[in-house]
C-alpha cells in the first residue's frame, strides 16, 4: 500500500526553523516526483516546492526563495522541506505529495500533477 507521512510540524517563533519529514513506503521515491503543498485557514492549498526523480530539478513559489528547501533521500524513502526564516504567513497544514515518473528531471508544482498524498503536519508560526 502506498503512503505518505509526514511529520516534524509543530510550534516555530518568527524567524526559527523547522525541518519536515515526509516518510514514504509502498513505492520508491527514487522515481518519483515529491511535492511539498501547503493550505493556510481559510485560504485555498498551494505549492511550495517540488524536486525532481533524480532530485536535479526543483521548483518553488517566489515565497519559498530562499527559506524553504527541498530534499530527498533516497534510501531511506524519505522527502524534507526546511524551513528557515519562518513567518507568521508560513503558519498552515503542510502536505507532501508525489507521483511516478518516467521523466527523471521534471517537477511542477500543480497539485493535479500528483496522485498520493499524505494527511499534512500542522505548522504554527508565532510568537
Known amino acids: 500500500q502506498l503512503r505518505l507521512v509526514e511529520s516534524g510540524g509543530g510550534l516555530v517563533q518568527p524567524g526559527g526553523s523547522l525541518r519536515l519529514s515526509c516518510v514514504t513506503s509502498?513505492?520508491?521515491?527514487?522515481?518519483?516526483?515529491i511535492g511539498w503543498f501547503r493550505q493556510a485557514p481559510g485560504k485555498a492549498r498551494e505549492g511550495v516546492r517540488c524536486?525532481?526523480?533524480?532530485?536535479?530539478?526543483?521548483n518553488y513559489a517566489p515565497f519559498a526563495k530562499g527559506r524553504l528547501t527541498i530534499s530527498k533521500d533516497n534510501a531511506k524513502n524519505t522527502a524534507y522541506l526546511q524551513m528557515n526564516n519562518a513567518k507568521p504567513e508560513d503558519t498552515g497544514i503542510y502536505y507532501c505529495a508525489a507521483v511516478q515518473t518516467e521523466v527523471s528531471g521534471f517537477c511542477r508544482l500543480r497539485g493535479d500533477l500528483y496522485s498520493h498524498w499524505g494527511q499534512g503536519t500542522q505548522v504554527t508560526v508565532s510568537p
Open positions: 509502498g513505492f520508491s521515491i527514487e522515481n518519483s516526483i
Open positions: 524536486i525532481s526523480a533524480n532530485g536535479e530539478t526543483t
